[in-house]
């Protein structure tokens, strides 16, 4: 059954760590003891987020430890309460530091307060290792003031089977970027936005015109990776309306996804010449397909917003643009019809994140509420942006650190309200790669019927039957 099956799979990964990895565990929690390891009154909190400074996600290592953790102990102080929160840091692989959060889990110890990505969050739910809020806390967390900052599309981040697991811990949204310059030459209006997936591809005809212009991308194959399914391949099946999973059944060979095949196979299939299929098979056709867009010889490119604001990003982009404000536009993606998109909409994005969620072993249940509320307090949020721009969770935040920058105020106004989510489910990863290769046949010359059908077949080995596959 579908429950059993995901809990196998992060039981397995954790027992298959050995003990090597579980030597360098915590000891089972006991938030009363001080550092020197004796009794005391004072409370000890720990916090472990797969950041390190001088390393791994810097930034964030460097703001829990030098403005987070004093902060909060010097509140607690004022409260006449001796608190003391110890930051674990970690710099590891990701599939390392989730191994490792699972091991302390299953052995009742490990941080109170942890990072996780919010796509693991229904995959610790259904091992056991993680309980909603209201488990571990009772129902006060619900008058926490921040919730009203947090728009229920954004909770969904952190929810999982309905009950809220953590507080999502930003957000991001899917968009289509386009070069300006090139509409201009080829006669496209500069304020563009697609009603429809045909007006997509007739832009891209019309950008097709021009000499050594790639008229768009749209990522597909293996080699990109997840890259392929959350900026390609998942926003297009939202905007056909269908998901990959719903209700605890994943979705096969369905009419949606062939339609989304469809289209791979209006830019890549043989003729078409709307897309660079080579792009598609190389180790870095995305980092090329990056450059083609700085360097003004790409048309249409889907992304995520990060992609404005770390890889074009005039000065110290990793694919600069000179004229990054002047020339990029972007648009939300639509549905293939108006009203068909997931849930009737017109326009559908799809959005990660990372949330963070309380150890259910946790001593000192209320005390650990409070630091993590105070992590995604207002203060706090801008106080680790500084003066950079990047989507929070908290919309008053995002008002105020926004409001210098269009394109992530686009993201967060128009594209968060219509978006969706991946599933958090322990055989997404698999599923995930079996629709890039779905992708990569259309681009091979085979047709999404053909394509779907393989993909169907793969996903009952990827389950392990049929019992989790809708019908």
Not at 142 to 164: D, M, N, P, Y
Not at 243 to 256: N, S
Not at 419 to 438: F, I, K, W
């Amino acid at each position: 059954m579908e429950g059993v099956t995901r809990r196998t799979a992060l039981t397995a990964a954790a027992l298959g760590a050995g003990s090597t990895l579980l030597a360098g565990c915590g000891t089972p929690l006991d938030p009363t003891r001080n550092e020197d390891g004796g009794g005391g009154d004072s409370v000890q909190l720990t916090i472990a987020t797969n950041a390190v400074s001088g390393g791994k996600n810097t930034d964030e290592a460097d703001w829990i430890q030098d403005w987070v953790v004093p902060r909060f102990e010097r509140a607690q102080r004022a409260k006449k309460r001796q608190v003391r929160v110890r930051y674990m840091p970690s710099g590891v692989d990701d599939e390392q530091y989730k191994t490792k959060l699972a091991l302390d889990l299953k052995a009742h110890a490990g941080p109170d307060i942890m990072a996780l990505d919010g796509i693991w969050v229904g995959e610790f739910a259904q091992a056991g290792y993680i309980e909603p809020l209201r488990s571990v806390v009772g129902s006060g967390f619900e008058q926490w003031e921040g919730w009203r900052q947090i728009s229920r599309q954004v909770r969904r981040l952190a929810t999982f089977e309905g009950a809220l697991y953590g507080i999502p811990a930003g957000t991001d949204a899917r968009v289509l970027f386009y070069n300006k310059a090139l509409f201009r030459k080829a006669g496209l209006p500069e304020a563009w936005q697609p009603r429809d997936w045909q007006e997509i591809l007739d832009a891209a005809r019309r950008l097709g015109r021009l000499d050594g212009v790639v008229p768009m991308q749209l990522n597909a194959g293996t080699a990109m990776g997840e890259a392929t399914t959350m900026q390609g391949l998942l926003p297009m099946l939202a905007g056909a309306g269908g998901t990959v999973e719903a209700g605890g059944k994943w979705h096969g060979d369905t009419p949606e996804l062939r339609a989304v095949l469809g289209f791979y196979q209006d830019l890549y299939g043989k003729g078409a010449d709307l897309g660079d299929p080579r792009l598609q098979q190389e180790a870095k056709g995305r980092d090329k397909s990056f450059q083609l867009f700085a360097d003004g010889r790409m048309g249409i490119l889907a992304e995520g917003d990060y992609f404005w604001r770390d890889v074009i990003v005039p000065k110290t982009g990793t694919a600069p643009m000179k004229r990054r404000d002047n020339d990029v536009g972007y648009a939300l993606f639509p549905a293939r019809a108006r009203g068909e998109g997931l849930g009737g909409r017109a326009f559908v994005s799809v959005s990660g994140g990372g949330v963070h969620v309380l150890n259910p072993h946790t001593r000192h249940p209320d005390l650990a509420f409070e630091l993590l509320s105070f992590l995604h307090s207002a203060p706090a949020l801008r106080a680790r942006l500084g003066d950079t721009a990047q989507i929070t969770e908290r919309d008053d935040v995002n008002e105020t650190v926004l409001a210098r920058d269009p394109m992530l105020k686009f993201a967060a106004d128009k594209a968060l309200p219509v978006t969706t989510y991946r599933p958090g489910l322990a055989a997404y990863p698999e599923v995930s790669l079996a629709l890039q290769e779905a992708t990569a046949q259309v681009v091979s010359g085979r047709s999404p019927k053909q394509a779907a059908a393989a993909y169907a077949a793969q996903l009952k080995e990827v389950l392990g039957g049929s019992d989790d596959i809708a019908r």
